[in-house]
């Protein structure tokens, strides 16, 4: 899950640091938030797939032309390939009826339906709204401390 905010980007380098940090505190609680929600929404066989989900943050620091920027996601599973189409055959289901459907890596004929279920589009859907809000309620709050509201 990857949520953007391109309308206040201007407004945010103008904040303060200490501003900044509220915003950023809001992220983070949405973050840690959300890798429950999908670890608890996430099927358990193994427990290989649950323990895949992890959150990936990139921070980049303010300089004095650009405003600080931090970029939060919380991923299915590790980058590699045998993992990475392992969630999304669970999180899209899998059907291969035809004999053209061959998977590209090892080329061996997989037939069969599995059912899907939706454990990070569920985090979407249950934490969207609460970050949404939750980093509102922080921006103005920076807002009102800087005194431009």
Partial sequence: MRVEFRGTQKAFKQLPTKQRKYIFKAIRLSLRQGLRIAKTLAPVDQGDLRDGIHTKVEVKR????????????????????????????????????????????????????????????????????????????????????????
Wanted: charged share 30%; aromatic share 6%; hydrophobic share 30%.
């Fill in 62 to 149: 303010a300089t004095r032309t650009e405003g600080g920027e931090i970029i939060a996601s919380i991923e299915a599973a590790p980058p590699d390939a045998e993992s990475q189409i392992k969630a999304l055959s669970v999180e899209f289901g899998r059907r291969y009826t035809r004999s053209s459907r061959y998977p590209r890596k090892t080329g061996k004929k997989f037939s069969g339906y599995t059912d899907p279920v939706k454990f990070m589009r569920g985090t979407q859907i249950i934490i969207g709204r609460r970050h949404n809000n939750r980093v509102k309620s922080a921006i103005r709050k920076a807002v009102k401390e800087v005194g431009l509201a």
